[in-house]
């Protein structure tokens, strides 16, 4: 009899360990898909944007872990020089209006700096879920002079 249920405990726990695993392996991780990438003025998709105007961002995020905060984050590639007193131009945003969403389209709008220097940038868009999984999609960008 006690040797029943010690198996029973065992069985149970081994369920208990296989129905955690199951359960964490049944959230995929957050799909993110750019689609426009590009000038605020005409909602381009040419990876540029002018100095003083606006970047415009249309990407797809799908989470079934339900979106928790949307982090872009933009940096100068390479080298670039503070000259003219122009100060390197980077971005930091968290956007958290999209909070407790399965899926959205991330249309969104940044400022480029009038004193932003023009040259190469990366662009990172990293999506948490509300599970902790975590997903990002990097791609180049090009500041240009007006
Ligand atoms: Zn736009």
New binding site residues.
């Given amino acids: 009899m006690k040797n029943r249920i010690l198996l029973f405990v065992v069985i149970l726990g081994a369920v208990m360990i296989l129905t955690s695993c199951n359960k964490e392996n049944e959230v995929a991780k957050p799909v993110i898909t750019i689609h426009e990438l590009g000038d605020?003025d005409s909602?381009g998709n040419d990876h540029t944007a002018k100095i003083g105007g606006e970047l415009?961002m249309?990407i797809d995020v799908v989470a079934e872990g339900k979106i928790d905060v949307i982090q872009v984050i933009i940096h100068p590639e390479g080298e670039h020089h503070e000259k003219d007193g122009h100060d390197e131009w980077e971005v930091d945003s968290i956007y958290t209006k999209f909070s407790g969403l399965k899926n959205t389209t991330f249309?969104e709008?940044i400022e480029v700096a009038a004193t932003a220097e023009p040259g190469d940038y990366h662009f990172d868009f990293i999506v948490t879920d509300m599970e902790g999984n975590q997903s990002s999609a990097e791609a180049e960008l090009e500041i240009i002079e007006e």
Wanted: no cysteine; charged share 15%; net charge negative.
């Fill in positions: 605020g909602h415009h249309d249309h709008h």
